[in-house]
């Protein structure tokens, strides 16, 4: 979706001002927070590499292997043969169902000993919503490792997670794309939404109306960010893949990338006029 006329002159305006040509915004999503490899992958063969990346949720874990140096190609292998079950244990009574502490670890591991956002190779701003104080929260700095989860914590499912004495739960919650973290420092600013909302007729377990209740504020509160971006991007046939199901680990992949190449042809953006 581009921008307005209004907001095109004001992007021109203050382009000056901003220290990033292009940045990438990757809403949250769960599993199917996926699409944002192929995404990035379509970008990056249309020689559109982001100089500043933001995620929240999911597209929190993407940005950060992004920025470690994973290639969006093999992100996918870091979630094979993985389930739900592998990244998360019961955790009654603590502020959410599980604790998602294996799934932490898991990341971890892949980031080649990087663990704070500063050694990352990309600037990386990893967004989340303040419980404490009710409004969203950005991370450029600190330990990976526990701002990643926070921005992830979708509320009754996991617990929040204090940080610095404050509590936070998922980004998602106040503002599911990130563009408002980046629109004010990069020239050209690419959205990707990977929560479109499909429909559902039952709900068998308070998971379900909790993940429910997730989306359905995700899906309010995404528009405004999908307005602040050059570009926006959203994956549609993704909807009926389930918050946490991983078995469709190369259709999520392929509907953000050929999604990306799409939205690219269509907007005639290209990486001449990043320059």
Known sequence: MPLSSSQTQVASETAGRRPYKLGVALGGGGARGLAHAGALLALEEAGLKPDAIAGVSAGSVIAVLYAAGVRPIDMADIFSRQGFRDFADLSWGKGGLFKIDKFMHHILGAL???????ELNIPTYICASDLDNARPHIFDRGEIGPRMIASCSIPIIFPPVKIDGVHYVDGGVLRNLPAWALRDKCERLIGINVSPLGKKDSYNSIIDVALRTYNLMAKANQSEDM?????????????????????????LVLSGYRSTKQALKDAGLTQDQIK
Do not use: H, M, Y
Request: with cysteine; net charge positive; aromatic share 4%.
């Open 112 to 118: 080649g000993g990087k663990r704070r956002i500063e």
């Open 227 to 251: 307005t602040l971006c050059d570009l926006s991007i959203q994956t549609p046939d993704i909807a009926k893949n389930a918050v946490f199901d991983l078995r469709r680990i190369k259709d």
